[in-house]
T-cell receptor
Framework: GAVVSQHPSWVICKSGTSVKIECRSLDFQATTMFWYRQFPKQSLMLMATSNEGSKATYEQGVEKDKFLINHASLTLSTLTVTSAHPEDSSFYIC?????????????FGDGTRLSIL | GQNIDQPTEMTATEGAIVQINCTYQTSGFNGLFWYQQHAGEAPTFLSYNVLDGLEEKGRFSSFLSRSKGYSYLLLKELQMKDSASYLCVKNTGGFKTIFGAGTRLFVKA
């Protein structure tokens, strides 16, 4: 089955640090990847849609300069949280869709738990 | 708006059957996903319904009524490992989806 690998699983760092999270589709090509944020006991909130070779589409209220997304290849998208602060602490999850049809299920990475001290 | 409504929590007994309901606005509907998410883990795909009716997949079944804006996930022969959040997700076209807040299911012995 389609596997999405997300790395790292856990990050603990000081305020002001920039953190990069990688999302890879291991056995399929993902034209489109998604980045979500999830707070405890809440559902996933879409941050941005990442398309290979083009600029990401950010959801309303998500700062583009704060959350940099790069989708350089069909198997890799990265999210960089720049100058992270404690309020950025959250669970970040990526997902990828195999193929180009919108009715395909999203395959999720295992998530990255980010804690900013 | 695009509210997706599902119960916040449910409790059921091991071996029993539980039905998790989901209602959504019928406008802009292209399909409905159900995902399972264990605490601290990423969601995993369970089902996708586009047409009305019931689709069965082992112990899990999913039902859709497009005219009523209604879906449910049916879990049979509950096991302790089924304790998780179940997310109702509406496909609004293309790759656009809207996630419900999820239903936390507790399975007790």
């Amino acid at each position: 089955g389609a596997v999405v690998s997300q790395h790292p699983s856990w990050v603990i760092c000081k305020s002001g640090t920039s953190v990069k999270i990688e999302c890879r589709s291991l056995d399929f090509q993902a034209t489109t990847m998604f980045w979500y944020r999830q707070f405890p006991k809440q559902s996933l909130m879409l941050m941005a849609t990442s398309n290979e070779g083009s600029k990401a589409t950010y959801e309303q209220g998500v700062e583009k300069d704060k959350f940099l997304i790069n989708h350089a290849s069909l198997t890799l998208s990265t999210l960089t949280v720049t100058s992270a602060h404690p309020e950025d602490s959250s669970f970040y999850i990526c997902s990828a869709i195999e193929g180009v049809r919108g009715n395909q299920p999203q395959h999720f990475g295992d998530g990255t738990r980010l804690s900013i001290l | 708006g695009q509210n997706i409504d599902q119960p916040t929590e449910m409790t059921a007994t091991e071996g029993a059957i539980v039905q998790i309901n989901c209602t959504y606005q019928t406008s802009g509907f292209n399909g409905l996903f159900w995902y399972q998410q264990h605490a601290g883990e990423a969601p995993t795909f369970l089902s996708y319904n586009v047409l009305d009716g019931l689709e069965e997949k082992g112990r899990f079944s999913s039902f859709l009524s497009r005219s009523k804006g209604y879906s449910y996930l049916l879990l049979k022969e509950l096991q302790m490992k089924d304790s998780a959040s179940y997310l109702c997700v509406k496909n609004t076209g293309g790759f656009k989806t809207i996630f419900g807040a999820g239903t936390r299911l507790f399975v007790k012995a």
